[in-house]
């Protein structure tokens, strides 16, 4: 297990926009979400011991910030050709089993966690009411093995800043997880092993 933090994209950026199929094969954009009051991205994948890791944790702040009005969404950007467990057909019994209750997109070319700048799996992005990056980085300081439990103090604090129309501290953990599977000649220039 390599360990890579995030690329860290700077704050303020503008959300990349992104069309991709769920584990159903219906396509979801950001403009499904026109209104919500903030938006969280999630890189994760199914066979990352980090993910694996945190995922109850964050099935549980899925569903209580949905509940808050966000809309949330996870992304597997993984080579799914040289990684199986992260197949589509993965992904769906991965939703089931973690009680997903966002959708969880697949990013067959890679080109939207280019476009996050994404690194690794669970990589965190938390964009305003103005789609306008206000938080990436870690969910919390757990970590496998830390002995540190699964709070998502750090996610949650931003969501609540930005529900709260607070400003999120500028300085902000990288996430630290598997790096992305890029598919052989795809890796992106900021990403370093």
């Known amino acids: 297990m390599v360990e890579t933090a995030s690329a860290m994209l700077a704050l303020g950026t ?13 396509i979801v954009s950001i403009d499904d979400y026109k209104g919500a009051p903030a938006l969280l991205v999630a890189f994760i994948c199914n066979h990352c011991p980090f993910v694996k890791h ?9 569903r209580d910030y949905q509940a808050r009005g966000v809309a949330v969404v996870a992304i597997n950007s993984n080579d799914v050709a040289r990684y199986p467990d992260d197949s589509p057909q993965k992904m769906a019994e991965e939703v089931a089993l973690a009680g997903y209750t ?37 969910m919390d300081d757990s970590r496998p093995g830390n002995g540190k439990p699964v709070t998502g ?7 609540d ?28 220039d900021y990403f370093s092993a």
Not at 14 to 26: M, S
Not at 117 to 125: K, N
């Open 102 to 138: 966002f959708p969880y997109l697949l990013d067959d070319s890679q080109e939207v966690a280019k476009e996050y700048r994404a690194a690794c799996t669970p990589d965190f992005y938390v964009f305003d009411t103005e789609r306008r990056l206000a938080y990436r980085g870690q």
């Open 153 to 159: 103090a750090d996610l949650r604090a931003a969501l």
């Open 14 to 26: 503008k959300i990349p926009d992104f069309r991709l199929p769920d584990t159903t094969g219906k």
């Open 54 to 62: 945190v995922r109850q944790g964050l099935a549980a702040l899925g």
């Open 161 to 188: 800043a930005v529900l709260e129309k607070r400003p999120v501290p500028a300085e902000q953990k990288p996430s630290i997880g598997c790096n992305i599977k890029w598919k052989p000649g795809n890796e992106p």
